[in-house]
């Protein structure tokens, strides 16, 4: 059974860093790109980043580029966030999710999330 | 906002059906495939269909997908008070972000 367990979430001030780990099993990790997909409270999904399965490819979105770092070490299976120069919208749940190509790519399965809150 | 607009919110009675639309452009839906996630706040989001219409194993044939044009639409039948929950579709975007989602929609089985 695919298992997501994201961690690291927390309170942090403005300007500051935090990095979120996603921990999975139940699957061949180093074969998945992976992603991390976050919600700001009372608003929807947003994309944030994606990592192919060597780590050779990476994506960002517009409103996380330059400051947040997307890696992973497939020799544990982990997959991970590092988030600096935090600003209050960065403020979400931040889940992490396993991606899948048949005809396009699409989230497979997702973890439980972590919570990061940005404020003074 | 949401580059895939959808409807902020339907409902229906239990056993009914109800469809669940995503309207995009050129650049995402029309040229790409599209998929679907049921998402219940404080849970893991699970995905319900992929590729347009494709549904993952263990996922009840209540629930299907259909693409035409700009648009694709989620429908859902037999309603049950399970369902209730918030829809998202979601596609990759030739033109701005490698992935977008739609806005949601919470579905309110009355």
């Known amino acids: 059974e695919v298992h997501l367990l994201e961690s690291g979430g927390g309170l942090v001030q403005p300007g500051g860093s935090l990095r979120l780990s996603c921990a999975a099993s139940g699957f061949t990790f180093s074969t998945y790109a992976m992603s991390w997909v976050r919600q700001a409270p009372g608003k929807g999904l947003e994309w944030v980043s994606s990592?192919?399965?060597?780590?050779?490819?990476?994506y960002y979105a517009d409103s996380v580029k330059g400051r947040f770092t997307i890696s992973r070490d497939n020799s544990k299976s982990t997959l991970y966030l590092q988030m600096n120069s935090l600003r209050a919208e960065d403020t979400a749940v931040y889940y992490c999710a396993n991606q899948l190509y048949s005809s396009s790519w699409y989230f497979d399965h997702w973890g439980q999330g972590t919570l990061v809150t940005v404020s003074s | 906002q949401s580059v895939l607009t959808q409807p902020p919110s339907v409902s229906a009675a239990p056993g009914q059906t109800v469809t669940i639309s995503c309207s995009g452009s050129?650049?995402?839906?029309?040229?790409?495939?599209v998929s679907w996630y049921q998402h219940l706040p404080g849970t893991a989001p699970k995905l319900l269909i992929y590729?347009?219409?494709k549904r993952p194993s263990g996922i009840p044939d209540r629930f299907s997908g259909s693409k035409s044009g700009t648009s694709a639409t989620l429908g859902i039948t037999g309603l049950q008070t399970g369902d209730e929950a918030d829809y998202y579709c979601g596609t990759c975007d030739s033109s701005l972000s490698p992935w977008v989602f739609g806005g949601g929609t919470k579905l309110t089985v009355l």
């Open positions: 050129s650049s995402d839906i029309e040229n790409n495939y």
């Open positions: 590729d347009n219409n």
């Open positions: 990592i192919s399965g060597g780590g050779g490819t990476i």
